[in-house]
């Protein structure tokens, strides 16, 4: 097969991937995954190395980890209990999920829907977790509040590094 027909169909596919961080699928492992794919399927001698797929391993494990870490840090700062944070993960991904069906207009309704869909999960599973706890409803808010600024963060981070792996990928093609 042609080099530049295979390079075309990853990018391409590996666009997809990058969009996928924004329902909370992991875009970035997915990306690296199909890296692996081409680098093993292809003997064209040049491009990518196996040494650009440890690269994007490194971005993908960081972008997971501040994703996760930020998600919950500012939560915790506010003195969130662990029950709130794992609830409020589950909630923000599932509501993720939902919030893709809930705007009717292709693509970009599913991006806002998802988006909003996580920043909401984040909010309620906080405060419902705080409120399991029997936390006071003041501070209950304000732990909400903090988990859902966190999570928004936190996807912003792993988009910016799903970017990186983007484009170390990218540049690795001309190498």
């Not at 936390?135 to 903090?146: D, H, K, N, V």
């Not at 999570?151 to 190498?175: C, N, P, T």
């Given at each position: 097969m042609n080099y530049w027909l295979c390079v075309s169909l990853l990018i391409a596919l590996n666009s997809v991937a990058l969009l996928s961080n924004l329902f909370l699928l992991p875009g970035n492992w997915f990306m690296t995954g199909l890296l692996c794919i081409f680098l093993m399927v292809s003997d064209f001698g040049h491009g990518p190395t196996w040494m650009v797929v440890i690269i994007c391993v490194a971005l993908a494990g960081l972008g997971e980890g501040l994703e996760l870490g930020l998600g919950s840090a500012k939560a915790a700062k506010k003195g969130a209990s662990r029950r709130a944070m794992v609830i409020s993960i589950g909630m923000s991904f599932v509501c993720s999920i939902a919030g893709t069906f809930l705007i009717p207009i292709p693509i970009v309704g599913s991006v806002i829907g998802a988006i909003l869909g996580a920043a909401i999960g984040a909010f309620a599973g906080a405060?419902?977790?705080?409120?399991?706890?029997?936390?006071?409803?003041?501070?209950?808010?304000?732990?909400?509040?903090?988990?859902?600024?966190?999570?928004?963060?936190?996807?912003?981070?792993?988009?910016?590094?799903?970017?990186?792996?983007?484009?170390?990928?990218?540049?690795?093609?001309?190498?």
């Open positions: 405060w419902l977790g705080e409120a399991w706890k029997g936390t006071e409803s003041t501070l209950r808010t304000e732990i909400g509040t903090a988990a859902m600024s966190g999570r928004m963060i936190g996807m912003l981070a792993k988009g910016i590094v799903g970017v990186m792996i983007f484009v170390v990928q990218l540049v690795s093609f001309w190498l």
